[in-house]
Nanobody, 120 residues
Framework: QVQLVESGGGLVQAGGSLRLSCAAS????????LGWYRQAPGKQRELVAA???????NYADSVKGRFTISRDNDKNTVYLQMSSRKPEDTAVYYC??????????????WGQGTQVTVSS
């Protein structure tokens, strides 16, 4: 079994910074791409940022220049540094990872989500 556990959510004032972490654990052979998604009330879940095993990153237009995704491969952990927060960034943030449990088997796993609220 594989688990993704997020941490670091909370309440922050507009303009402030917050860092989310997500650690993968369990029966892991290797970790491929990792990403952060978010879902605001009444809206669909959307991709915020993603990072490949080689470090190539991709961001949603709405967060470019404000958010930074990074990973620590030794710790199987992905981070999301959020700066210049806006009230519209308020959402439940989920991490997701494509993880191989053996050399032949892989799957997409999700964390339980962490609430981030930005007050104006």
């Amino acid at each position: 079994q594989v688990q993704l556990v997020e941490s670091g959510g909370g309440l922050v004032q507009a303009g402030g910074s917050l860092r989310l972490s997500c650690a993968a654990s369990g029966n892991i052979f290797s970790v491929n791409a990792l990403g952060w998604y978010r879902q605001a009330p009444g809206k669909q879940r959307e991709l915020v940022a993603a990072i490949t095993s080689g470090g190539t990153t991709n961001y949603a237009d709405s967060v470019k220049g404000r958010f930074t995704i990074s990973r620590d491969n030794d710790k199987n952990t992905v981070y999301l540094q959020m700066s210049s927060r806006k009230p519209e960034d308020t959402a439940v943030y989920y991490c997701s990872g494509e993880i191989q449990t053996t050399v032949w088997s892989k799957g997409t796993y999700w964390g339980q989500g962490t609430q981030v609220t930005v007050s104006s």
